[in-house]
């Protein structure tokens, strides 16, 4: 007779992630596992009449990191889809055009309550550069598409001073 024992983190530890954000501790945590994502004009979509905002992403596993460290295996990105509900209205100030290939680098999420349990969700990119989303609510998803691929670059972002 085989005997199970409780669940442990290394369980899950090569599944796909599929979070989800309704309030600042929420927002925290997808916010530092989408740093340093990368995704081109092309991967964002805002469909006003679901009142969906989508980015696919190509996300640096974070979670992996000290993993692939202590093991010595390449650092990993996946494809994941940063999904926010209820957008009642996106702004970006971004000036690429829509069909250019330039990629963009994700920094941070950040939330700024409105009245009423509406705010603005800012995407932060790299350049000074982001997305702002009015939101009748905070609800924020991240899911992981594929699987995970070595990192081009082999390494870890940095933010050289």
């Not at 899950?12 to 990368?38: C, H, K, M, T, Y």
């Not at 905002?53 to 202590?70: K, P, Q, T």
């Not at 990105?77 to 290939?101: G, N, Q, T, Y």
């Not at 009748?136 to 991240?142: A, Q």
């Amino acid at each position: 007779m085989t005997s199970i024992g409780d669940a442990s983190f290394d369980d899950g530890a090569n599944s796909p992630l599929r979070l989800r954000a309704i309030d600042f501790e929420d927002l925290e945590v997808v916010s530092a596992l989408v740093q340093d994502s990368v995704f081109s004009m092309q991967d964002c979509a805002w469909d006003r009449k679901r009142r969906e905002f989508a980015i696919l992403i190509n996300r640096f596993r974070w979670e992996d990191r000290e993993d692939a460290v202590i093991s010595g295996s390449d650092y990993e990105r996946v494809r994941s889809v940063l999904l926010v509900r209820d957008a009642m209205e996106v702004k970006s100030d971004i000036v690429a055009p829509s069909e250019s290939d330039q990629v963009f680098s994700m920094l941070a999420l950040r939330f700024s309550p409105g009245e009423d349990g509406t705010g603005k969700l800012d995407v932060l990119l790299a350049g000074d550069m982001l997305y702002s989303v009015q939101v009748e609510c905070l609800d924020v998803t991240l899911t992981d598409v594929t699987q995970p691929y070595r990192a081009a670059s082999g390494k870890i972002p940095s933010h050289g001073k």
